[in-house]
């Protein structure tokens, strides 16, 4: 298994998950987060989330084209 193999399975993981907890209901992501402590409010967390996410999905369609490219060539 290549590097990008499982650097692909982990981000696809991981964006999965991120995924499933940003709900577009705000109770809910209140709810999920609450526990952890990660954040100081809801609003700050769904901003970072959304952040977090936007750099997955870029990752993951930059892996992409490169399995993209690499299978062409």
Wanted: aromatic share 14%; proline share 3%; with cysteine.
């Amino acid at each position: 298994m290549t590097f990008f193999s499982l650097f692909s399975i982990l981000l696809n993981i991981l964006l999965i998950l991120i995924i499933l907890i940003r709900s577009p209901n705000e109770q809910s992501l209140q709810e999920n987060l609450i526990p952890f402590k990660l954040f100081e409010s809801s609003r700050r967390a769904e901003t970072s989330i959304d952040k977090l996410l936007q750099i997955l999905t870029i990752l993951y369609f930059t892996i992409a084209i490169c399995y993209v490219i690499g299978s062409y060539f």
